[in-house]
């Protein structure tokens, strides 16, 4: 199938590794030139060289943190100097720590919601005019099932990436006239870094190990496995296509059918 993303301009948060790395993978896949952007610089470097002599598009790598207002701005500002426009939006960011309420300071539920909340927002001001005016747009969140069904342990992630959910499904509304979709994707339990690591915290915290945690996750799939991030990444790239011209509004899982409710 032809996405209709030859040319387009695609701009990646959190792309080094993990869902931000195999979504640019897939878009570059399809002929999406790239902005890349994540806070390790060396991790950074070789998943945009890999990216260009696996596909050939024009990528361009940005070091910057985007809970931090300079960062955005950074990034924005170099999508727009290098290629005049951002046509395709994915906003990501690592999830923010894992562990009951009364562990979390102030001042770790404030970061958690200028990285997961806050970066969102001011990532999709900085592009959403260009898009207006072209009529056209793709802005996709990557959040999480938590929002649909909260996971044990994290508060943090299932309280900011929720206030996503509300702030993409408001915009979706205001900017569907302009030919911009707003959608949410909400991966499961895919084999990341940032699964292993909650993995290994659930393990500490209960006295078990992280293979006895994978099962448990795995016994609770209906597929009986974890998710692969490339099958992530194909659900994000078709969004992103002419051929979802149609889609808004909506949050929708890769999961493995994990939550269990009916909407």
């Given amino acids: ?49 890999s990216i260009r002599a696996e596909s050939g598009v024009t990528v361009i790598e940005v070091v910057a ?18 290629f005049g426009r951002v046509d395709i939006l ?25 990285q997961n909340l806050t970066s969102v927002v001011e990532l999709t001001r900085a592009v959403l005019p260009g898009m207006k005016e072209r009529r056209w747009g793709r802005i996709i969140n990557i959040t999480s099932i ?13 309280s900011v990436r929720a206030a996503v959910t509300g702030f993409a499904r408001t915009l979706a509304n205001e900017v569907a006239p302009f030919g911009i979709t707003v959608n949410n994707v909400m991966p ?10 909650l993995a290994a915290k ?19 799939i209906p597929m009986g496995r974890l998710g692969e991030p490339r099958e992530f990444a194909a659900m994000v790239a078709f969004l992103a296509s002419e051929r979802a011209s149609y889609t808004t509004g909506a949050s929708i899982p890769v999961d493995g059918g994990w939550i269990r409710g009916l909407l």
Avoid at 188 to 197: F, K, M, Q
Wanted: proline share 4%; aromatic share 2%.
């Fill in 90 to 114: 994915v906003t990501n960011a690592g999830g923010p720590p894992a562990g009951p309420f009364e562990t979390h300071s102030a001042t770790v539920w404030e970061h958690a919601v200028r």
């Fill in 188 to 197: 499961g339990y895919t084999r990341t870094a940032r699964v292993e690591e």
């Fill in 65 to 82: 943190d985007l809970s931090e207002p300079e960062g955005v701005a950074l990034v924005t500002q170099r999508a727009l100097e290098e």
């Fill in 1 to 49: 199938m032809k996405l209709g993303l030859e040319g387009r301009i695609a701009l990646v948060a959190a792309a080094s590794r993990g869902l931000g790395r195999a979504v640019a993978e897939e878009l570059a896949r399809e002929g999406a030139h790239l902005v890349l952007c994540a806070r390790g610089a060396d991790a950074l470097r070789e998943t945009a060289a």
């Fill in 202 to 220: 659930n393990a500490s915290l209960k006295g078990t190990t992280p293979d006895a945690e994978r099962s448990v996750w795995e016994s609770q």
């Fill in 146 to 158: 938590a929002v649909k069904q909260p996971v044990d342990n994290l508060i943090l992630s299932n």
